[in-house]
């Protein structure tokens, strides 16, 4: 392989000194990822030698800093909106829930266009671990292609549900069999519109497994946590089957477990996400 | 514990993404043909009256079986990352590739996530008024197998791309089986406009023949990925043939060996 | 050579443009007074003709004729297997109409 | 269609026997195509004998005249094609060149015939809703016409080849030839089936 003179071993750094007049490629700054694969003799060539002569504005931090301000603003939805605390009951009957929406047509509206402006904000954030995922020991793009597969539909399920629920509001006084109809086509995309979040999970946890060096891209707990909440996303799935209980859309497991499940994985990637940018960017000015 | 022997194949992501592209095609063929029985799809013709009884029929097969694809059907992603994969193994631009990745990945929540809430929906409170339960049926059999532009330009991409290949990533066979599944998307549109006979959603020509061939040509695509990746060397040039068995094992133990 | 291959297209050409303009003859004979009547004859020689014309195009300009033999005869299998289908569907239909 | 063949000079008119023209994959192409339009064409068949009366009445609206000068019109253009391969292998490619034109524009014509025949049956108030007939008349029409529209990018590929030496592969052109050839014949069943099957 061109450009890779010494092959580095399990766990090792390959740092590669720069030469003179080397030609400085304008690819984003990533660290010297390890190129090291599990019995394998020659190694992929390395994609993040080519670094910039001086720190430059990738843009990174600041997509990594809009997520505390999107947050804010979910949160702030997510309060507004008043029919999740406590969520709305499944069994209400059609009179009721179109009483509900006569009555709380000013906040599901202001509430809900605020999720569909932002909940594909979340896109950004899963490109940047994307970008992550290029430094990892992987041999191919194809767990890169796996998460963007399932990063635009994520959000997008989740946008679908917005759109049913400003629809029930729109004409609150229309037959309540249709109101109903509207609300229940919004619960259900919403709390069961979760494969793509759970295979967007899936995905990670095995990408993480995958990138095995002494000092990965992500620590191995991260692949642990993702399956985790892969797992606690599952029930939301059954939603459909029950009216009661804690399956039912606003039982415990479908929306208590599953939403904080979202709300914690938001965190704690947020948090690794953050240590990974900031140890790329340490690489950087030793290497510079 | 013993350490797996695909851990230490070079090509584990990709037998990984491959065995996930089966594991989804299998689920997906269960849940539709036999757990919810929507397909064969349901009478296009059935009156509100007789959709109340349809749902009332399927009523645990509908929950149990979406319920099943609500967990997995992000699965769906690792055939769509494998064909883009094999797109940036040619030697045609990655804008083929990315297309195609954009395509099908924006096309899962119309192509399916819409049938899977519908028909949840419709069976979840059955009291409903009739002609609201029929509205659901529509929009759940009329999204699945109308949503065909997104598979048209999809599969025309893909075909491009094999034909001006020349890493023989796919034979030229494959490419041009491509167009015919991009035609079953044209001769799916008559299924808007009639509500019975061969045109319908369920008729002989906009659905049995057409599933016929997108049966054929999925059968088709996944035994050519796994021999793409069978016949993967990591370079860049065109990809070798493919050896028989014994050969594939020397030469991989030829790549291992330290 | 060259003059002997174009001239035998054209004659594969004549033949066939004039197949299809016995078509013309075949359909005057299946209408009384303007109007079409059903008739299994015709649909017989239609749809043989129909296929001799296919078998000619592969044969000629498709240029099977000098091709491996196993093209030749998959081609010609191929061709059978159409009228079977075809004749199949039809008097499948006609048995049960 | 596929560039990717070596055999990029033009090979002797003694062709040996054991060469597939067109290449392999284009066969299977073919073959493939013509099983999907049969199986068509026996539902067709099937549900004609069914509802006779119908048929035969939304057939006696058909111009025979018409779909005969159609159908002339499209052996003409494979005629052509042919001319222009057996043109392209003996090196004179002018003539083959002009063999390729002589077909697209042939195939205008027979795109032009067929709009102007749809225009007149729509006119008259035949669509595609109006009647069983004109159901299976439309679809097999304009599935037709729309392999004839990718007929004219294979014939876009096929000039392509013919322009440059440098790019000139008898197995392409060859391969091109075939595809139009299979637009030709999957019309002469069509119409044999549409205009004449009583």
Known sequence: MPGFERLPGPGEQPVRPREPNERVGHVSVRPVPTTWLPGMKQAAQPIGYHLPPMKRLTGERIIFWALPAVAIIWIAAFFLFPGFLPPMSPEWSAQRVATFYADHTSRVRYSMILFNWFCVALIPILMLIVERMRGMAHRTPILRYCVIGVAGAAPIAFLTATIFWLLAAFRPHRAPSLTQLYNDLAWITFTCGVPFLVALCLFLAVAIYLDERARPVFARWVGHFNLLIAVALVPAGFAGLTLTGPFAWNGFLSFWVKNVAIALWLVVMAVVLGQSIRRDQSVEQVLV | MRRPALLDDPKRELWLAWYATIGFYSLYTVVFFIITRTQPPGKPWYTPTQVVGWFASNHEGLLIGFSLIFILGGLSATSIALITYSMRRMSVSRAFAYSYLIIYAVSAVPGFLFICVAMTVGAFRPGRDPEILRWLYDLGFLSFSGTMGVFLIGSLIWMAAILLDKNRVFPAWFGYLNLCNALTEVVVAPSWIFHAGVFAWNGVIAWWINVVVFGLYTGAFIFLLRNMILREDFGTGPLPDLLPEEGRRRVLAEFMSP | MEDGSNRRLFVVWLILVAISLVYLWIDHSATHQGIPTASTVVTVVAICFALIKVRIIMREFMEVRGAPPVLRRLTDYWVLLMAVALFGAYFAGRAVA | ?198
Not at chain 4, 30 to 55: G, K, M, P
Not at chain 4, 67 to 92: D, F, N, Y
């Open chain 4, 1 to 198: 269609m596929t560039t990717t063949e070596r055999d990029v000079s033009p090979v002797s008119e003694e062709r040996p026997s054991q060469r597939v023209p067109g290449g392999r994959d284009i066969w299977v192409f073919v073959l493939f195509e013509s099983a999907i339009f049969t199986s068509y064409f026996c539902v067709y068949l099937f549900n004609r004998t069914q509802h006779e009366q119908v048929f035969l009445l939304g057939q006696s609206h058909l111009l025979l005249w018409l779909g005969v000068l159609e159908t002339i019109v499209l052996l003409t253009s494979s005629w052509a094609v042919a001319r222009c391969v057996q043109h392209a292998r003996a090196g004179r490619y002018d003539a083959s060149t002009r063999d390729a034109f002589l077909t697209a524009g042939l195939g205008v014509l027979f795109l032009v015939l067929k709009v102007a025949e749809w225009v007149r049956l729509i006119h008259a108030g035949h669509t595609f809703t109006s009647s069983e007939f004109f159901q299976y008349f439309f679809f097999l029409t304009v599935i037709h016409c729309i392999h004839l529209l990718i007929g004219f990018v294979v014939l876009g590929v096929l000039w392509y080849q013919l322009s440059d030496q440098e790019r000139r592969s008898q197995q392409t052109v060859e391969t091109c030839a075939t595809y139009w050839h299979s637009v030709d014949f999957f019309w002469v069943v069509i119409f044999a089936l549409l205009y004449v099957v009583r």
